[in-house]
């Protein structure tokens, strides 16, 4: 049964953090890919980072440095730790799966299609 919840979403000053969480069901964790994704309003959503089986990771260039992607085998949990937030960080967050392609190295930055499952979304909210 394919699901990924989001939680951890809010609302922070510039310059603060959060951390964000996306539990997945074991069938869904055991995809080759999973990573985050947002959407800022009026904007297209894009690849934000993700990770592969293997440990790999990825991330968009605006977020380089500042975000960190990583895993919890044993909650079959994802995390995206964002440091140092920006007002263009304000977006919904969503966590994605890709089942049977990667998505780090030469496969990122992967289209919004090139997912195969999507959670419903986190709020955040960056004020300056």
């Known amino acids: 049964q394919e699901q990924l919840v989001e939680s951890g979403g809010g609302s922070v000053q510039a310059g603060g953090s959060l951390r964000l969480s996306c539990a997945a069901s074991r069938y869904t964790y055991s995809s080759y890919c999973m990573g985050w994704f947002r959407q800022a309003p009026g904007k297209e959503r894009e690849g934000v980072a993700a990770?592969?089986?293997?440990?790999?990771?990825s991330y968009g260039d605006s977020v380089k440095g500042r975000f960190t992607i990583y895993k919890d085998n044993a909650k079959n949990t994802i995390y995206l730790q964002m440091n140092s937030l920006k007002p263009e960080d304000t977006a919904m967050y969503y966590c994605a799966a890709r089942r049977f392609i990667y998505c780090s190295g030469s496969y990122w930055p992967v289209p919004t299609y090139g997912m195969d499952y999507w959670g419903k979304g986190t709020l955040v909210t960056i004020s300056s």
């Open positions: 990770i592969d089986t293997d440990g790999s990771t």
